[in-house]
T-cell receptor
Framework: AQSVTQLGSHVSVSEGALVLLRCNYS??????LFWYVQYPNQGLQLLLK??????LVKGINGFEAEFKKSETSFHLTKPSAHMSDAAEYFC???????????FGTGTRLKVLA | GAVVSQHPSWVICKSGTSVKIECRSL??????MFWYRQFPKQSLMLMAT?????????EQGVEKDKFLINHASLTLSTLTVTSAHPEDSSFYIC??????????????FGQGTRLTVV
């Protein structure tokens, strides 16, 4: 069965510091990969996605992620954290040939002033 | 991007009553809609997949008779929590997929509905 692992349920960074949120997936066939952000009591907002093509994907709000097939990873990064980045981040995969999304357990990002 | 709207955003109901949550795709036709449940501080778990005009497909462990899903049109799906109990209190999120082709189809998420059963 497909699964998504997000290392670190809580990550704290200082404002202006690098943000790195880790995501690994298990799949014999590379799936479609997504990062979503969720603010309190709100739905999910798509940050970025990888389907095919360039493995470095740029998203909104300065975030980017790199698909590494050999490592089965899709880590999310941002060079400089902003206070407004504090939120819950979910990595998700969508196996080829299905509509279903499989979500990781989420990482809560805290940005320290 | 496409917009998916859920209504209501939050609802409080008494134990034993039923609650209906609507999910609408505002600017596109959604062939397939999905319902997820999110417990506090946990991830989203897919409950069921609904296709317009046909019965929903429920994930293992989800009670079909308790969580009634109707996808009567290409822009509206409803989730009815029947005989709600406090353990049904949760955050429910829907998503809608545009197009009939799976390839490159992206699902768009609603803003969620927080259900509290007292």
């Amino acid at each position: 069965a497909q699964s998504v692992t997000q290392l670190g349920s809580h990550v704290s960074v200082s404002e202006g510091a690098l943000v790195l949120l880790r995501c690994n997936y298990s799949s014999s066939v590379p799936p479609y990969l997504f990062w979503y952000v969720q603010y309190p009591n709100q739905g999910l907002q798509l940050l970025l996605k990888y389907t095919t093509g360039a493995t470095l994907v740029k998203g909104i709000n300065g975030f980017e992620a790199e698909f590494k097939k050999s490592e089965t990873s899709f880590h999310l990064t941002k060079p400089s954290a902003h206070m407004s980045d504090a939120a819950e981040y979910f990595c998700a995969v969508r196996p080829s040939g299905t509509y279903k999304y499989i979500f990781g357990t989420g990482t809560r990002l805290k940005v320290l002033a | 991007g496409a917009v998916v709207s859920q209504h209501p955003s939050w609802v409080i109901c008494k134990s034993g009553t039923s609650v209906k949550i609507e999910c609408r795709s505002l600017d596109f036709q959604a062939t397939t809609m999905f319902w997820y449940r999110q417990f506090p501080k946990q991830s989203l778990m897919l409950m069921a997949t609904s296709n317009e005009g046909s019965k929903a497909t429920y994930e293992q462990g989800v009670e079909k008779d308790k969580f009634l899903i109707n996808h009567a049109s290409l822009t509206l799906s409803t989730l009815t929590v029947t005989s709600a109990h406090p353990e049904d209190s949760s955050f429910y999120i829907c998503s809608a997929a545009q197009g009939a082709s799976i390839v490159n189809t992206e699902a768009f998420f609603g803003q969620g509905t927080r259900l509290t059963v007292v």
